[in-house]
T-cell receptor, first 114, second 110 residues
């Protein structure tokens, strides 16, 4: 099976802009989670989507949003970018939910905000 | 609030030495714990989960609810074990937030 893919792999934006990141889960996986990874805060959970519905949400401002399509592909959007949004954004897919099931991570999208 | 603490940022050992990567958690419900590993230039991947009670690549981890710990152990470290290790917590039932520790970098010297 193909692994989790994320596009784009690298992105440079300026403050105030918005950005959309894409994630294609492993075929058959219904849960997609997003994480922000920074040297200062480590790996932080953004949100999880399951069957097109947001099931869990981390402690991030409303500028961070996401959605999931009927084919389980997911996008996350960050509006009004701030310098502090520079990070590696990881997507992970799971067969059902993340309670007991292994999460399969993508390679990440490296976002740099100038 | 749930929390995962990995007290060591870096652990350096010699090949053949025992390894213990510490993980302590705080969670009011019934925890589900995992260890993930990231080798150089590879993706984050699952190493083991407590519910499976398995040994992977010689690593084991026991959930100690009394001490709220889930330490990762290996009796004889190998150079290929050098990687970043993350302890992760998921809740069971209802709403929860998957929580990762900050990670421990394990370096195994020849």
């Amino acid at each position: 099976k193909a692994g989790v893919t994320q596009t784009p792999r690298y992105l440079i934006k300026t403050r105030g802009q918005q950005v959309t990141l894409s994630c294609s889960p492993i075929s058959g996986h219904r849960s997609v989670s997003w994480y922000q990874q920074t040297p200062g805060q480590g790996l932080q959970f953004l949100f999880e989507y399951f069957s097109e519905t947001q099931r869990n949400k981390g402690n991030f401002p409303g500028r961070f949003s996401g959605r999931q399509f009927s084919n389980s592909r997911s996008e996350m959007n960050v509006s009004t970018l701030e310098l502090g949004d520079s990070a590696l954004y990881l997507c992970a897919s799971s067969l059902e939910d993340t309670t007991y099931n292994e999460q399969f991570f993508g390679p990440g999208t490296r976002l740099t905000v100038l | 609030a749930q929390r995962v603490t990995q007290p060591e940022k870096l652990l350096s050992v010699f090949k053949g030495a025992p390894v213990e990567l510490k993980c302590n958690y705080s969670y009011s419900g019934s925890p589900e714990l995992f260890w993930y590993v990231q080798y150089s230039r590879q993706r984050l991947q699952l190493l083991l989960r407590h519910i499976s009670r398995e040994s992977i690549k010689g690593f084991t981890a026991d959930l100690n609810k009394g001490e709220t710990s889930f330490h990762l152990k290996k009796p004889f470290a190998q150079e290929e074990d050098s990687a970043m290790y993350y302890c992760a917590l998921s809740g069971s039932g209802g709403s929860y937030i998957p929580t990762f520790g900050r990670g421990t970098s394990l370096i195994v010297h020849p």
